[in-house]
């Protein structure tokens, strides 16, 4: 049990260390900006339907759930309420970071972790370059600034898909499912799932990128760093997301 609290605190340090050489590699100089356009490409544009498919789908359950839940205390019309506070705080956010980070995490970890084993990421400190700004820097960026807008499209797509469920269930209008949208909705919940896309941004694309630059063992440790990279992933993407929802519920309630 020492031994693996020993790793653990290990790990943390260099994962904080890396974060740290990224934030430099930032303000040191400019980022190339070929890798940081394809990295765009890769984290947000090529996630846009799988995230648009689990929105979908994920609201109009929600909907399905609440408006059959509600129903035996005739509180059903206010489905629309109860579905858009879930998707807009939690599940938007939350689906959209397990989702894009179980494919973007993963293909992190794999491409750094074969940079690792064919020794390029030893050519590049070689030639007097730094892989954390070459690397590092771009990926993690990209993630940041692409979940969030990831996000947004999750819970449009999301309150949409539970709108058309509450009107064929509940017979309500869709102007009227809106209303009560606007009614519930605020600042202050927009940016509680944006704040924490964020952050789930960045956990996914530091993770990845530690796990795949600490890849040994050859192509077996590629496979080894690529689930590795889902599942670290994955648990601190749920784990971060309890303590982010305490902290933004006491900051904005």
């Known amino acids: 049990m020492t031994a693996r609290f020993t790793t653990f605190l290990q790990s943390f340090g260099a994962v904080a260390r890396l974060s740290w050489a990224t934030l430099f590699a930032f303000w040191r100089s400019p980022i190339d900006l070929r890798p940081l356009i394809h990295q765009f490409d890769t984290a947000g544009l090529q996630s846009w339907s799988i995230t648009v498919l689990t929105a979908a789908f994920t609201g109009m359950v929600l909907a399905l759930q609440f408006s059959t839940g509600l129903e035996p205390y005739g509180a059903s019309m206010y489905t629309g309420k109860l579905a858009a506070l879930g998707i807009v705080r939690e599940l938007g956010p939350m689906l959209t970071a397990l989702l894009v980070g179980g494919r973007v995490g993963s293909g992190f970890a794999a491409e750094l972790g074969s940079m690792v084993v064919t020794e390029q990421v030893d050519a590049i400190r070689a030639l007097g370059a730094d892989p954390v700004k070459k690397l590092v820097a771009p990926r993690v960026f990209a993630c940041i600034v692409m979940l969030p807008l990831l996000t947004i499209l999750a819970d449009f797509v999301g309150i949409s898909g539970a709108m058309i469920i509450t009107v064929r269930e509940v017979g309500i209008t869709p102007s009227f499912f809106y209303a009560q949208i606007l009614d519930t909705l605020w600042v202050s919940d927009l940016m509680h799932g944006l704040m924490k896309s964020v952050a789930f941004g960045y956990i996914i694309g530091?993770?990845?990128?530690?796990?795949?630059?600490?890849?040994?063992?050859?192509?077996?440790?590629?496979?080894?760093?690529?689930?590795?990279?889902?599942?670290?992933?994955?648990?601190?993407?749920?784990?971060?997301?309890?303590?982010?929802?305490?902290?933004?519920?006491?900051?904005?309630?």
């Open 206 to 253: 530091i993770v990845g990128c530690f796990i795949g630059l600490n890849t040994s063992g050859g192509t077996e440790g590629v496979g080894h760093a690529t689930t590795q990279a889902v599942v670290v992933g994955a648990i601190c993407l749920l784990v971060s997301n309890f303590f982010l929802t305490k902290l933004f519920l006491a900051l904005y309630g």
